[in-house]
């Protein structure tokens, strides 16, 4: 059995041995240059279409939906934002189809609304509505930044005028509509809710069906991880208020579990890097903020605003107060910075390992082949890791909010309280570090 | 700096997709599966602690009925050793009875041949005098046949009687 997978493992290498030979044979001198920032911002970032697997030219076309100038409500396709191209390329004389974004002219109540994806822009990579910029005001200020040497790029090329897009060569006026677009990342959360649901929901199921009989296999296993999150995180820190908040902290366990995993996944339904994206663990935060804050005890606030310490933190300077309600914002912004930073952080070196390949592709075919080997072995080996960081992110995330809701929840009469829940955040960091351990 | 900006959109249907994912499984997912955990764990103990005291209670029973084993034997070889006792009891007072009966016979046998010795002798003693009698007559017979020599008696005994 051992000796079949790494005689497998073996093909597989051999075969991406030759793979790099093969893209430079038929690339072509410019393909060479890689531009490495836009490659890692394209695959960290969202989209308004969802690349069909193994394809870097067609894409699932998915709504686009936002709020022109005039307030008027907009929808249409993806898929017209861009079109296919057949594009020559100079060094081989081969043509290849490409993806070439477009203006998407949309009549709506007798107005003409044009809109393009915008490249060389203050908002690249988003949708904007264009406007000719031809009047006198937008003349002038195009006119002062092609003088302007401070600006970097060069103008009609790659200069970026703050408040103007650049498309084919020319300047347009460009407003940023408010957009609520399904973009890949909002396709992907609906995904993970629907994945989320189905695992919970099978528990349920069982329970329906079975009654008490012991889960087996994958019940076995969401049960355990419930079991894991409820009675070793929730329960023992929020001791006999955990019924009340144990649903609220176990959706965002299994939520943002699910949303790290998939995110690992390359293709279709997964490869959205949905927690490794601000917007989205801001959203949690806030939300732990919210609990946080708005079920607190009397207790809670008096800490913040008449801690017990000596009266000259506190008064007539309020030293104290001004820490503690720091505190209160740094706390959930500490959960959300965390989460995002090493989600991005783990998918960056991924993407970052396979695009060596391609950079030491210039030094010839030996390099090539030797990068692949050495890039692959890293890449399986941080995508191992981060099926863990996955795990361990998301057990952080609800640990940290339990501690955060418990520290709210105290009532002032047991004044050990405070000191049972640092002694518990202790044993968790030890679980934490004891995880690679047990792998 | 993208990467670092909140984008309005995401952070719109991040709010609904939580919430729908939320309200569902506030309502149908987590109290369920929590409650059903909870017995389950329950029930568990309850079966563990149901198994201790079945084998407490059969412990116990063993113990018991090693216990009756026990008296029932003591019983049985107090109950022989009785049965000895009293056989040999029985015997001996068979013996003593059957002795005495003996001797009650024995001694009626001798009061009845006493009896009838004495019976035999009383006869005796009647055939004899009688005999004697018959010999008296016979021979006063002979001797009385003249009044004289009866007058004569008769005043020997009434002289025989005035000196008594």
Redesign the interface.
């Given at each position: 059995m051992n000796s079949r997978i790494k005689i497998t493992v073996l093909a597989i290498l051999a075969f991406l041995c030759i793979l790099p030979a093969e893209m430079k044979a038929s690339g072509s001198g410019e393909e060479g240059k890689v531009n490495v920032k836009e490659i890692m911002?394209h695959h960290?970032?969202?989209g308004y279409g969802w690349e069909v697997p193994f394809s870097h030219v067609y894409r699932i076309p998915l709504p686009v939906i936002v709020r022109a100038e005039d307030g008027k409500w907009i929808t249409f396709s993806s898929s017209r934002l861009t079109k296919m191209e057949e594009v020559a390329d100079d060094a081989t004389g081969k043509t290849e189809t490409e993806a070439v974004p477009q203006i998407v002219e949309i009549e709506k109540d007798g107005k003409t609304y044009r809109f393009v994806l915008a490249h060389v822009s203050s908002h690249?990579?988003k949708l904007v509505e264009i406007f000719p910029a031809d009047t006198e005001s937008d003349k002038t200020r195009l006119a002062a930044a092609q003088s302007d040497s401070t600006l970097s790029g060069e103008y009609g090329v790659d200069r970026v005028v703050d408040g103007y897009v650049l498309f084919d060569g020319k300047y347009y006026r460009e407003y940023r509509p408010?957009?609520?677009?399904?973009?890949k990342?909002?396709l992907a959360?609906?995904i993970?809710?629907i994945i989320?649901?189905a695992m919970?929901?099978s528990?349920?199921r069982w329970?329906?069906r079975k009654g008490?009989k012991?889960p087996r296999k994958g019940m076995g296993f969401m049960?355990m991880l419930?079991?894991f999150i409820?009675t070793g995180v929730i329960k023992s820190t929020l001791k006999d208020k955990s019924?009340k908040f144990?649903?609220?902290l176990?959706?965002c366990f299994f939520?943002i579990l699910v949303m790290n995993l998939v995110g690992l996944i390359v293709i279709f339904p997964g490869g959205a890097n949905l927690t490794g994206?601000?917007?989205?663990t801001?959203?949690?935060a806030v939300?732990v903020f919210i609990v946080t804050n708005v079920t607190s005890t009397k207790h809670y606030w008096k800490e913040i605003f008449w801690p017990d310490v000596p009266l000259f933190l506190k008064f007539p300077l309020p030293i104290m107060q001004f820490i503690e309600i720091f505190g209160i914002f740094t706390k959930p912004a500490a959960l959300c910075v965390r989460l995002f930073a090493n989600m991005?952080g783990g998918h960056m070196i991924v993407i970052t390992l396979t695009l060596l390949i391609f950079i030491f592709a210039a030094f010839g075919d030996m390099a090539a082949k030797g990068s692949v080997v050495v890039s692959l072995l890293f890449s399986i080996f941080m995508l191992a890791l981060d099926v863990l960081v996955s795990f361990i992110q998301a057990y952080v995330f609800t640990l940290l909010a339990t501690l955060f809701i418990s520290m709210s929840q105290e009532d002032g009469h047991h004044e050990s309280k405070h000191e049972e829940v640092k002694h518990e955040q202790l044993p968790s960091e030890d679980t934490e570090v004891s995880i690679p351990a047990t792998k | 700096m993208?990467?670092?900006?909140?984008?309005?959109?995401?952070?719109?249907?991040?709010?609904i997709?939580?919430a729908?994912?939320?309200i569902?499984?506030?309502k149908?997912?987590?109290?369920?599966?929590?409650k059903?955990?909870d017995?389950?764990a329950d029930?568990i103990d309850k079966g563990v602690e149901y198994a201790k005291e079945a084998k407490a209670q059969l412990d116990s029973a063993r113990a018991d009925a090693q216990k009756y084993i026990d008296e029932a034997r003591k019983q049985q070889a107090e109950m022989l050793r009785d049965a000895a006792k009293m056989k040999s009891q029985i015997i001996e007072e068979a013996k003593k009875e059957a002795s005495e009966e003996a001797k009650k016979v024995m001694d009626a046998a001798k009061v009845s041949i006493e009896q009838s010795r004495k019976e035999a002798e009383l006869q005796f003693r009647n055939e004899v005098s009688k005999f004697s009698l018959d010999i008296a007559e016979k021979m006063v017979r002979n001797n009385l046949q003249s009044d004289k020599a009866q007058s004569e008696l008769v005043n020997k005994l009434l002289d025989e009687i005035e000196n008594n």
């Open positions: 911002f960290l970032g969202d690249a990579n408010l957009d609520i677009s399904i973009t990342n909002v959360l609906f993970t809710v989320v649901t919970v929901m528990v349920v329970y329906a008490l012991a049960e419930i079991d409820y019924k144990a649903p609220f176990l959706t939520f994206n601000i917007s989205i801001l959203v949690l939300l991005m | 993208e990467l670092f900006t909140p984008e309005l959109g995401l952070v719109f249907w991040m709010f997709a939580f729908i994912l939320f569902v499984l506030w149908w997912g987590w109290p369920v599966i929590l059903n955990m017995e389950r029930t």
